[in-house]
């Protein structure tokens, strides 16, 4: 079977438009032509993000065996399970969020999100963190199990091989859209985006991930999920080794740096994008740090991978932080 015959839920739409950004190139000191947005924000499921192109792949997988509930988590305010939550009410199955927070958590972003897409809720009551997380996700699949359930289980970003697969199709609509070699930067959470794109361009040394503190080990999980994502689809493994940019973490996972609220005001001001405090405003951030540094090669095109996550913005505590 080849790549394009594996079978997939149309849940992104057309190509996403790859935008060229002059004036927010100039401002972070890259000529003209330079600077590239994919927008992958503007996906056509629930908002827009990353997660669509995984899910397409997942949601069919879990329709192909026959599963009744979709079950994922992540922190309270998740894109990746908001999305989930859409995804399944699509293709007529439940969905269950195991969310990283308290019952009393403040319904608001991506929360309200939730509610409106029917999301089942599981609080698991610890902050968020990856093992405990997906250990309480397969722990929720075995307590479907019990109620008679078909559970399909999704792991922290929808990062799996197969749901890898969704940006290995998408690196071949960024090249086509390109058309030549280009740098990319993309924010590195649980690290399947960068797999997908490292297995789609066919090199590693071409997409340079931004660790967002989400989960540890990054560079060990795209090395193995870019490798099995190939192997999927029948493609060479990439070469060389992938790239993770770390000094835009800050404090932790969900805590926003000086450089990040930089880089939200530069996106918004000059190219009218908005980013959000947790996962896109670092890694353009990264990029901002590069291009000031010198650090890219002279007249290739660099390209910013648009993941989403406006709702996540819109929630009391980062209101506070950006009107300070």
Known sequence: MSFDSLPRVDLVGPRTPLQCCDELGRAIGLEKGRLWVK????????GGGNKARKL???????LAADATVLVTGG???SNHVRMTAAAASMIGLRAVGVLGGDVDHPVEGNVTLDHLFGLEFVWA???YASLQLNEAIEAECVRQLDQGERPY???LGGSTAVGVLGYLRAAGELLEQIDGRATLYVADGTGGTHAGLAAGVGDHDLVRGVDVGAVPDVLDVV????????LLAGRPVPHGEPTLITDQVGEGYGRPTQATREALGLAARHAGLILDPVYTGKAFAGLVADARAGRLDSGEPVVFIHTGGMPGLLVQRFGTWMSA
């Open 39 to 46: 927008r992958d924000d503007l996906t056509l499921l629930a």
């Open 56 to 62: 397409e792949y997942l949601c069919a997988d879990a």
């Open 75 to 77: 922190a309270a305010q």
């Open 125 to 127: 009551r610890n902050e």
């Open 153 to 155: 289980p999704i792991p």
């Open 223 to 230: 090395t193995r999920l870019a490798a099995q994502a190939s």
